[in-house]
């Protein structure tokens, strides 16, 4: 699915964009990759900047692998970052952080969940799960901001809102205002679960700060 938004009021004070800003957001389905990447669309938009997403949902509902393409900047023209590109890949799944890692621009960041789900060649014995992933996406970004967001939001009460951990440790990455992302966590999650969200934004923040 493709998307283009732009917001009428002007960009304030956020992160500077020269040209385009891509960010690739990648994971399994069932984590809220689409979630997340809607709601740095809605920032981006809101800031003034021409916004385009692609999403690929694949085998979601199975757990296969669902990537979103989100481009943000003054003029946009396609809503595809080709490999290389990307100046963060987001990712909420260890090893699909690293299959993705050909799309990562040299310098670009990372922000990757350490979370392990055995994708089907595993299941089927046909592979090992990869090891030392996390020191491989470190090599491309010795910056790298790396946590098991599922271990941080089962101890917030609630696994669903993992990849909102990960969002608000992205927020560190993108200077748009930080009232604007929580206006957005609070308008796009479920109504009854807006409190819950938004401590799992702040966690992640926190978790990227330290």
């Given at each position: 699915?493709?998307?283009?938004?732009?917001?009428?009021?002007?960009?304030?004070?956020?992160?500077?964009?020269?040209?385009?800003?891509?960010?690739?957001?990648?994971?399994?389905?069932?984590?809220?990759?689409?979630l997340a990447s809607?709601?740095?669309?809605?920032?981006?938009?809101?800031?003034?900047?021409?916004?385009?997403?692609?999403?690929?949902?694949?085998?979601?509902?199975?757990?296969?692998?669902?990537?979103?393409?989100?481009?943000?900047?003054d003029k946009v023209?396609?809503?595809?970052?080709?490999?290389?590109?990307?100046?963060?890949l987001f990712g909420?799944?260890?090893?699909?952080?690293?299959?993705?890692?050909?799309?990562?621009?040299?310098?670009?960041?990372?922000?990757?969940?350490?979370?392990?789900?055995?994708?089907?060649?595993?299941?089927?014995?046909?592979?090992?799960?990869?090891?030392?992933?996390?020191?491989?996406?470190?090599?491309?970004?010795?910056?790298?901001?790396?946590?098991?967001?599922?271990?941080?939001?089962?101890?917030?009460?609630?696994?669903?809102?993992?990849?909102?951990?990960?969002?608000?440790?992205?927020?560190?990455?993108?200077?748009?205002?930080?009232?604007?992302?929580?206006?957005?966590?609070?308008?796009?999650?479920?109504?009854?679960?807006?409190?819950?969200?938004?401590?799992?934004?702040?966690?992640?923040?926190?978790?990227?700060?330290?």
């Amino acid at each position: 699915m493709r998307q283009t938004l732009r917001r009428g009021r002007d960009f304030e004070g956020g992160t500077e964009v020269s040209a385009v800003l891509n960010v690739l957001m990648v994971g399994v389905g069932g984590q809220g990759i689409i979630l997340a990447s809607s709601i740095l669309a809605e920032v981006a938009a809101e800031s003034g900047l021409e916004v385009k997403k692609s999403e690929v949902h694949g085998m979601a509902q199975r757990g296969g692998a669902v990537s979103s393409h989100v481009r943000f900047g003054d003029k946009v023209y396609s809503p595809l970052i080709p490999a290389g590109e990307a100046d963060i890949l987001f990712g909420s799944e260890l090893l699909e952080s690293y299959r993705w890692l050909p799309y990562l621009k040299q310098g670009g960041s990372i922000i990757a969940s350490l979370q392990q789900i055995d994708p089907p060649a595993v299941f089927r014995g046909e592979m090992k799960y990869p090891e030392s992933l996390k020191e491989k996406l470190k090599q491309r970004d010795p910056g790298l901001i790396a946590f098991n967001a599922l271990e941080q939001a089962i101890a917030l009460g609630d696994a669903r809102v993992a990849t909102i951990i990960l969002t608000g440790a992205l927020s560190k990455r993108l200077n748009f205002e930080h009232g604007l992302w929580l206006q957005k966590v609070r308008e796009l999650v479920p109504r009854k679960a807006v409190e819950l969200n938004l401590r799992a934004f702040q966690k992640g923040l926190d978790l990227a700060i330290a």
